[in-house]
Structures are given as C-alpha cells and as structure tokens.
C-alpha cells in the first residue's frame, strides 16, 4: 500500500467512525478498491453477526457514501445485499462534516468574547453568567461556589482547534481533487473505448451486410470478395476479444 492509499484510508476510516460509531471503521479495510462486496463476507471479517454489520452499513448508507445492489437466493428465497464503497462522496461528507466543526468552534470564540462564563470545579459543570446568576453562582449538583472561567485559555484552545480542522479540511480538499482528476482521466478513456467498440460494431454490421449481399446474389458472388469480407470479419472479432480482456486486466489492478 502506498502513501496516498495510506492517509485516503485514514479519512474514510475518520469519517465511517464519526457517522457509525467506534470500531466500525474496519469497514473501510474491507470495501475500499473493491466492488459488490457480499455482506456475509463482511460480517465473517468483523466477527460480528449479520444483523449487527447491517445496522452499521444502512447508518453509513444514510449519507450515500455507500451503495448496494442485492441478488435472490432462489433456494432460499432470501435477498443477499452486495456492498460498494463511494470513496469521493464519503470524503465530500468528511469535509462538510469537518467544515461544520469549524463553524461551532467560531461560534464558541466569538460567544466567549462577548460573554462571562461560570465552572465548577468540583463537578465540572460550566454555564453562562445569566444561567448562574439563576443558581446564585451555586452549583446545581453540589452546592459548591462557581468560578469564573479563563476565558483567554478557552479562545486559545479553540482557536488552536479550528485551525488544526482547517488543516485537516485542506488534506481532505488536495485527495478530493486528485482522486476527481484520475475519475475524470478514466471517463475519457472509457468514452473512448466505448467510441472506439461503437465504431468496430458498426464497420463489422457493414461488412456483415455486405458479405450477405455477396452470398444473396449469385452475379456478385466473387471468391476473392467473400473470402475478404469473413477475413475482416474474424478480424474485427478478434479485436474485440483482445480489448474485452484488456479491459478486465485493468479492473484487476
């Protein structure tokens, strides 16, 4: 595994955890490069049962940022779900996720600029100065005296954690964009190979035409011209062979 692979598996790892709950995150180990992954499979690498691995694939489902498509046992009668992981839309949730921190840690900063805040310190409880002078500054769980807090501490801490969400917004950004220029490369080359099968398709229905007129009409029959024509034929077919297996190839890697 390389680098890319390494931190791009990190986030969607970042991501399944915050949408699923902890030690879900295996999930990524499992469907990431892969495709139609089956949910038995799933559930016999986590060592969980069926019904726990489906409740976590529908919460992570629920943000799109995984798709199924499902296959009927005919024996049985029961459906068997096949899991795909999008990772471009799971690290767009991870973004906005990440981008939604951001605005409450700003939120936070600029409400501790503005206000008075009250601890105590026994219990831990924090409340604006309105909400304390309710209480007569006396915590509500033990009685004891409430302090003000260190505003100057809180703003440093929060401003020290919304630049590290920044930071890891532009990471996520800089895989984002480079994972969309390799998605937008292998739609061009596709267009292509679908350009190019289209083209072969329609030469070898023209040929197939022509070789059937040949074969129709004895004064156009010509043995140098049919000959020809089942030549180009089992050419063109050929040349399909070879890029349906080249294509394949490519899949696998």
């Not at 680098?3 to 709950?21: C, M, N, Q, Y």
């Not at 915590?139 to 003000?148: D, K, Y």
């Not at 801490?157 to 937008?184: F, G, H, P, W, Y």
């Amino acid at each position: 595994m390389n680098k890319k692979d390494e931190i791009t598996i990190s986030l969607l790892k970042d991501v399944i955890r915050k949408i699923a709950g902890k030690n879900t995150e295996e999930v990524v180990d499992i469907l990431y490069d892969k495709q139609n992954v089956n949910e038995f499979k799933i559930a016999e690498k986590l060592k969980k049962s069926i019904n726990e691995v489906r409740n976590i694939l529908y919460k992570i489902s629920s943000f799109n940022i995984i798709s199924s498509t499902r296959k009927k046992d005919k024996k049985k009668g029961w459906y068997t779900y096949f899991w795909t992981l999008d990772v471009d839309k799971a690290l767009e949730t991870l973004r906005k996720l990440k981008q939604n921190e951001i605005d409450v840690f700003e939120h936070v900063v600029k409400s501790r600029k503005t206000k008075n805040f009250y601890v105590c310190e026994a219990d831990g409880i924090e409340m604006s100065e309105e909400t304390a002078l309710l209480h007569s500054f006396l915590c509500p769980e033990c009685n004891e005296l409430m302090q003000p807090v260190n505003e100057d501490k809180k703003v440093k801490e929060m401003a020290v954690r919304i630049e590290n969400s920044r930071k890891e917004v532009a990471i996520i950004q800089k895989e984002l964009d480079a994972i969309r220029v390799i998605s937008s490369k292998a739609a061009v080359r596709k267009d292509k190979r679908e350009k190019k099968k289209e083209k072969i398709k329609r030469a070898t229905a023209r040929k197939v035409k022509a070789l059937e007129r040949v074969r129709s009409n004895p004064q156009l029959k010509k043995p140098k011209l049919v000959k020809h024509a089942k030549n180009i034929k089992k050419k063109l077919k050929l040349k399909i062979k070879h890029a349906k297996k080249k294509s394949k190839a490519k899949k696998k890697r």
